[in-house]
């Protein structure tokens, strides 16, 4: 391993990217695993989960490139640079960076100093800096931004190539229209929205200019059901002219009652070359509507608000890409009419028309049909590799507590029988559990010859002596991966790690 040339090392540990625990023990193998490695680390020095306020590593870094008579204004200004080696740097570590995390760099430069003016000048500094040492500016976090950076002299080359933009509308206008005259290439933009909402004209500027717009991401953050200033027709209006570039669109609103849904019911009909939908609210679009929601291209669905129904007729109209289809059960899908019918219709369109679907959230009532719909979804769905199980009796108050127990067994006995062998992870929802003896000899035991499987609950009845000891006898076996029982609302999350 430590005699690979340095082409297949890149190769590895660009695939470690993100675990900088392991990057960093990689630097100290030896001289090439070095100098491969620090490129990597410092694209994105930000990111990595280190506290900066205690671990002064970084400011030590930026601060030596300081020249001589910045670092004696600095001081004069009583700034402490008296910790920064004045040894030449082993490598050039700036010139690798590509991002800007300015929530980042405002709690290093606390460092130097706890005066707020010290710290705005030390800022001012290190931006000026990177828009000298960086040889590109890829990705720009500017969420607590004071600095407009965009009248430093070489910003300009930097920026032009910036392509992820990270925001939020608390920010200044001018700050958008300043980016706004020079990025014009951003492919990621990501909008959260924080405290007071309000109407933000540099964002709708700086959405209008741009000509490659992929991705875009809006958060509610606020605490407000009530505008004065509506914070999102002028910026989704702009959006909407976008719409036909999008390839994954993800918005979360808090409250839907306080926007234009025209403008919305337009921006989903544009969406021709989708392929990640996430959005926690489409109640408000009528049916008709979705009916004439067409994606060819859409990979990745994930609604809160919607019936079964109404998804079931986005699955039909898309092309036949589907990955992961995410549903939130506990609020919604149980109170819509016909309920058994269009939970096996929704089961039917899966597996007619998700061949490659690998997520997948699936309620529906227990009964003979949907049982039989259910096994042949398994045996079509061969990529399937994590599953949510929502299966409700809400609708079947008349059966005796024996025969729920029964319907449960008959799914454990299902997944034995027809689950692909991709399958790796399931989640029970709700008010799933069966007895010890059925647990483990109509399941556990007869997935032995299977991969680990991973089991996440919402049902407390788990977290009962018995049921620990034998989930601990199959983790010791090899049976079980993971089993966890936690909140529902992290068992409908299907990014929420087992």
């Not at 490129?39 to 930000?46: E, Q, Y």
């Not at 709690?107 to 040492?133: D, W």
Request: proline share 2%.
């Amino acid at each position: 391993m430590a005699k690979l040339n340095k082409d297949i090392l890149f190769l590895i540990f660009e695939e470690l990217q993100v675990d900088s625990k392991s990057l960093f023990s990689c630097l100290m193998v030896n001289r090439i695993w070095c100098e491969t490695v620090i490129p990597i680390l410092w694209r994105n020095p930000w990111c990595y989960d280190i506290k900066y306020r205690n671990k002064n590593y970084l400011f030590i870094i930026i601060a030596s490139y300081l020249s001589d008579d910045i670092k004696e204004f600095l001081t004069r200004q009583g700034i402490q640079l008296s910790s920064v080696s004045f040894q030449p740097l082993l490598f050039d570590y700036l010139s690798f960076c590509r991002s800007i995390n300015v929530n980042t760099l405002n709690t290093i430069t606390s460092i130097g100093s706890s005066l707020a003016y010290n710290q705005f000048l030390l800022q001012q500094e290190f931006y000026c800096l990177f828009m000298k040492k960086f040889q590109e500016l890829k990705c720009l976090d500017m969420n607590l931004i004071k600095h407009q950076i965009f009248y430093i002299p070489e910003a300009k080359n930097r920026l032009e190539s910036l392509c992820e933009l990270k925001c939020d509308t608390s920010i200044d206008p001018s700050y958008f229209y300043g980016l706004a005259r020079i990025c014009q290439f951003i492919q990621r933009l990501i909008i959260a929205v924080n405290i007071v909402p309000k109407s933000n004209s540099g964002i709708a500027k700086l959405i209008e200019v741009q000509k490659n717009l992929k991705y875009f991401e809006w958060t509610d953050d606020f605490d407000v059901d009530y505008f004065i200033d509506d914070p999102y027709k002028e910026i989704f209006l702009e959006l909407e002219k976008k719409a036909g570039f999008l390839n994954h669109l993800k918005l979360s609103f808090l409250y839907t009652d306080s926007f234009d849904y025209t403008i919305m019911q337009r921006l989903l009909l544009k969406l021709h070359n989708i392929k990640t939908l996430k959005i926690n609210d489409l109640s408000f679009i009528y049916e008709s509507t979705f009916k004439t929601l067409v994606y060819n291209n859409l990979e990745i669905l994930n609604i809160d608000y919607i019936t079964i129904g109404e998804t079931s007729i986005i699955i039909e109209n898309s092309g036949g890409h589907l990955k992961e289809v995410s549903l939130k059960p506990h609020d919604f899908i149980y109170y819509q009419d016909n309920f058994s019918d269009e939970s096996l219709i929704f089961i039917r369109k899966i597996y007619e028309n998700c061949p490659s679907i690998e997520y997948l959230s699936l309620a529906f009532l227990p009964s003979k049909n949907h049982f039989i719909e259910f096994e042949k979804l398994l045996q079509v769905c061969q990529n399937l590799k994590s599953l949510i199980l929502i299966t409700s009796n809400y609708y079947e108050t008349e059966e005796t507590e024996e025969e729920v127990l029964e319907n449960r067994k008959e799914i454990l006995k299902i997944l034995i029988k027809s689950a692909p062998t991709n399958l790796r992870e399931i989640r029970f929802f709700s008010d799933f559990n069966v007895s010890l003896e059925v647990l483990e000899e109509e399941f556990l035991e007869k997935w032995r010859d299977r991969p680990a499987l991973s089991i996440l609950t919402s049902n407390s009845i788990y977290k009962g002596e018995d049921y620990k000891n034998l989930i601990n006898k199959y983790k010791n076996n090899g049976v079980i991966k993971s089993f966890k029982c936690e909140s529902y609302v992290y068992v409908e999350d299907i990014n929420f790690k087992i």
